[in-house]
């Protein structure tokens, strides 16, 4: 079976940092280009990172740039992602998804049951 | 960035009924757009992707259609199961952007 599980979400003070990690299992991790997307308490769901199979390039929300770093091990399954300078406002789910797909079929078809981050003092 | 505009915000229908959600795009995105469905609590699931591409596994009630920045959502003969929130998304850019939403429950 195709999975992807999340970890890491927790509380965390404003100005704090936090590295959330996603496993992957029941495919071939490294031909996949992954992401994140988080959503914020009776919120919508807001894209926040992109990684390619390789490694390079990532690409990030304006909202979280320069502040969350996306990374990923191949030799382990596992997509990364660094989280500092938290805000309020970063409080959410946060879920990793994986992309298929190439040009107009890319799209996001397996996605992790989400890890829960909270900012706040 | 590509903004996305969903509408309706929400909508009330019955079992049975046939519901259109259209997603407006800023600028053209062709038809790079997918269709997510999500029910509380659960993370969201692939419906449609290219716009008009049946996900496998799911309902042929469900069905996409458009190109541009108007494209739409039909989903005809409503299950009870089919009760939830819908979201579009752009992948004309890599700057992947979702639409507000459109939370579909019972009349």
């Known amino acids: 079976e195709m999975q992807l599980v999340e970890s890491g979400g927790g509380l965390v003070q404003p100005g704090g940092s936090l590295r959330l990690s996603c496993a992957a299992s029941?495919?071939?991790?490294?031909?996949?280009?992954m992401n994140w997307v988080r959503q914020a308490p009776g919120k919508g769901l807001e894209w926040v990172s992109h990684?390619?199979?390789?490694?390079?390039?990532?690409y990030y929300a304006d909202s979280v740039k320069g502040r969350f770093t996306v990374s990923r091990d191949n030799a382990k399954n596992s997509l990364y992602l660094q989280m500092n300078s938290l805000r309020a406002e970063d409080t959410a789910v946060y879920y990793c998804?994986?992309?298929?797909?190439?040009?107009?079929?890319?799209?996001?078809?397996?996605w992790g049951q989400g890890t829960k981050v909270t900012v706040s003092s | 960035d590509i903004q996305m505009t969903q509408s309706p915000s929400s909508l009330s229908a019955s079992v049975g009924d046939r519901v259109t959600i259209t997603c407006r795009a800023s600028?053209?995105?062709?038809?790079?757009l997918n269709w997510y469905q999500q029910k509380p609590g659960k993370a969201p699931t692939l419906l449609i992707y290219?716009?008009?591409n049946l996900e496998s596994g799911v309902p042929s009630r469900f069905s996409g259609s458009g190109s541009g920045t108007a494209l739409t959502l039909t989903i005809s003969g409503l299950q009870p199961e089919d009760f939830a929130t819908y979201y579009c998304?752009?992948?004309?850019?890599?700057?992947?952007?979702f639409g507000q939403g459109t939370k579909l429950e019972i009349k």
């Open positions: 998804a994986r992309k298929k797909g190439f040009g107009d079929r890319d799209a996001f078809d397996i």
């Open positions: 029941g495919f071939t991790f490294s031909n996949y280009d």
């Open positions: 990684i390619s199979s390789s490694g390079s390039p990532t």
């Open positions: 998304q752009q992948t004309y850019s890599v700057l992947y952007t």
């Open positions: 600028q053209s995105i062709r038809n790079y």
């Open positions: 290219a716009a008009s």
